[in-house]
């Protein structure tokens, strides 16, 4: 590397959730060129289109400056320059304010996908003002997955792509687009190229489908289904690991009862798979060993998702996958500061029976308030009133479902203060925006609390612009404002040396080692049973009623009964040029997908005489946005594939950045949720076209 810039290694980060190893090189304070690095445990050298332009969103000359404090009405767009004494101080009077006449409980603190260390010191900043109400996007976001798992074999079973598998089964997840948890494609694909297989779940010919042995083109909302056909057959035809089912499962009989019901035949009518391409794909999954399930997203994105992940989970276990090399893993985490110690849970013990959610009877362990059930209690004041919020990382007009709900709940609140790096939607609708520094100007650590059993190092690499600062620092003072000082730090970097403290480094001799990894450690339940109460793997729970589920998973009907007016079935993927809402305003890569696409069959799009290229209107129960189509000719003809997260920040304040005309959330609805997460239905939703 012999140009004129100094070059830092550090991970990408907050393009989605982060992992690629990147060398950075750096002219005069400013990100000249980044690449991949070709040692990166988990990247190999590779890098996105995401990851190239990550620089770009540092300097956009539109980017957020300045603390400000809302002049007319919300949503009006007119911001008056303040200090950031004055921000702070005003946050901090009416946080008080509020505790004072409704109590703590009454401020909820939320955050969005977890973007780095900041998610922590929020929910320690909640608990130490003595809020249980920490919002976040976890309904719709790995908690399904991670408390199933625990309820079901005692923890969050991973993909260990580090050892080979025979099989690697992509359910719902587009790894290679999305870069899910980070668990880069690179080394999934290098262990494709050694021969292990693939198996794909998905209503789209993904990457990954196209080099799979299985496509199974699954109906959008009915993995539920189709989970429970795989065990129907594997049961069935004693396709199962004999030993691991008779040692180290409990209710296996009485799973073997349930799944009768669900016979390939009568699955297939739900699932729109043949019975032969279902019946041969569960064998297929038995007779691999090991065979690992990447379980995505959509999984988690309608109401049946607790028995679909007791379904996969079900599946892991009695085909004997579960914490072995290959398989699907418990991970070990190095040794680092815990993270119940890190947030100070102990300050708050009531919480769990304090949070919004309590009341609707969630499962025990979410420790997260569904935003849906946060909006119900901001406009119905169920199960108690909801006054005011602090925001960070997050943009809910376009990421919670029934956005028009949202909005009618941001203008319900007496305060709401936004941190982010731009100027969006919801912060238009704040009293005060906080400008943030973001990746690359601050130092960071990337995955911790991910239970993927590594965390990485992500160090500043420049320094930020104007007035910004980095989350954990604003959350530091405002901690030190809000209440007592002695939970705080003199520098929010004492944050990083904290987490780090167990391992004896400093964040400094961290970042020169790059990462930190625990050790791979199987079938750690030999020696100590699995943490149920069973000490088994509880394929049927052996306390349901202390959860308030059902202790086995069963198919009840689609998330969306069919509506006849509403024939098309709706579903969504992360586009590979964005992450969620964020970043239409990166130019760089907006010319890579300018405008909202939704995609679908030429057949379909004949049949509602619309041209590829043109606008269309899209229409569910609830609303109708516009977005522009695209035709493939490998999507169902009854199934249209939407662009989601959709803003148009070039459209200016006053008409408050257009967010409600292609914004996929104008048309998920949160009056069914699902009872164990309050997972509100944002796939497999009946809809319609029509030509604008
Ligand atoms: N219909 C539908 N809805 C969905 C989904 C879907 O697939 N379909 N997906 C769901 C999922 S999985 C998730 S995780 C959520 C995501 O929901 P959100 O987290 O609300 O979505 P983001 O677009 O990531 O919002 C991030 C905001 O953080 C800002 N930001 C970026 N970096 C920083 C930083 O360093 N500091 C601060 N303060 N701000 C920063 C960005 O500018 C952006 O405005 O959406 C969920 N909603
Ligand atoms: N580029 C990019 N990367 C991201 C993000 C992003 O916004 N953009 N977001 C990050 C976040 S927070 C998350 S949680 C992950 C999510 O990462 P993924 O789990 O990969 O999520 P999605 O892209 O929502 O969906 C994955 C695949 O599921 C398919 N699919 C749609 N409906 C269904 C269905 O009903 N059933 C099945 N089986 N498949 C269906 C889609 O066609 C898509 O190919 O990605 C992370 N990475
Ligand atoms: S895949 Fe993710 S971590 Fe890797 S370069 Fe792209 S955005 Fe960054
Ligand atoms: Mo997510």
Known sequence: MTDNLSWVKT????????????????????????????????????????????????????????????????????????????????????????????????????????????????????????????VAVQDVCHAPREVSGIHTCGFYPVVDFHHPSQLVVAWGSNVTRTNEEGEICSLLLQQVRNGTELMVVDPRKTDLARKARYWLQIRPGSDNALALAFLNVIIEEGLYHKDFVDNW??????????????????????????????????????????????????????????????????????????????????????????????????????????????????????????????????????????????????????????????????????????????????????????????????????????????????????????????????????????????????????????????????????????????????????????????GKVELALSKPEKLNVQALPEFVGLPEAEDPEYPLVLTSAKSPHYLHSSYRWVDSLRRLNPVPLVEMHPDTAEAHGISEGHEVLIETRKGAIVQTARFRKDLDPRVICAAYGWWFPESGAETQYDWKRSNLNMLTSTRTLGRAFGTPNLKGICCRLKKK
């Open 11 to 134: 991970h990408c980060a907050r393009m989605d959730h982060g992992g690629c190893s990147v060398w950075v090189g750096v002219k005069d304070n400013r990100i000249v060129k980044i690449k991949g690095n070709p040692d990166g445990f988990l990247n190999q050298g590779y890098v996105c289109p995401k990851g190239l332009a990550s620089k770009d969103r540092l300097t956009d000359p539109r980017r957020l400056k300045y603390p400000l404090k809302r002049k007319g009405k919300r949503g009006e767009g007119q911001w008056e320059r303040i200090s950031w004494e004055e921000a702070l101080g005003r946050i901090t009077d009416n946080l008080n304010r509020v505790r004072d006449l409704y109590g703590a409980r009454a401020v909820a603190f939320c955050q969005g996908m977890p973007k780095g260390m900041e998610h922590f010191v929020l929910i320690r900043l909640a608990n130490i003002f003595g809020s249980p109400n920490l």
């Open 249 to 534: 499962t409990y209710g296996f009989a009485d799973l073997a009862a349930r799944v009768q019901a669900y016979s390939p035949e009568r699955m297939s009518g739900v699932t729109w798979i043949s019975p032969e391409l279902i019946r041969e794909s569960a064998r297929f999954y038995a007779h691999a060993r090991p065979a690992a399930i990447q379980w995505g997203n959509p999984i988690e994105h309608n109401i049946n998702v607790f028995d679909t992940a007791r379904a996969l989970t079900a599946l892991m276990a009695v085909c004997g996958n579960l914490d072995v090399p290959g398989g699907n893993i418990q991970a070990n985490e190095p040794n680092i500061a815990r993270l119940g110690s890190f947030v100070r849970a102990d300050l708050i013990p009531g919480k769990p029976k304090e949070m919004i959610h309590a009341y609707h009877n969630t499962i025990p362990r979410l420790m997260t308030v569904p935003p849906s059930f946060f909006k119900r209690a901001v406009l119905n004041e169920t199960p108690y009133p909801m006054k005011a919020a602090y925001m960070q990382c997050t943009n809910p007009l376009l990421t919670w479902a029934n956005s028009q709900e949202t909005q009618n709940t941001l203008e319900k609140l007496n305060f709401l203060a936004v941190s982010d790096i731009f100027m969006t939607p919801t912060a238009a609708f704040s009293d005060i925006v906080l400008p943030a520094a973001t990746q690359f100007e601050f130092n960071d650590i990337g995955h911790y609390g991910l239970g993927h059993g590594y965390i990485l190092a992500r160090p500043k690499v420049v320094e930020p612009p104007d007035e910004c600062w980095p989350d954990m620092k604003i959350l530091n003072e405002l901690g030190k404002s809000l209440t007592s000082g002695r939970y705080w730090f003199d520098d929010y970097e004492g944050f990083l040396e904290a987490v780090l403290e167990p391992s004896g480094l400093s964040y400094r001799e961290f970042v020169e080692q790059g990462y930190l990894k625990g050790e791979h450690r199987f079938e750690k339940y030999r020696s100590k049973g699995f943490k149920t109460p069973s």
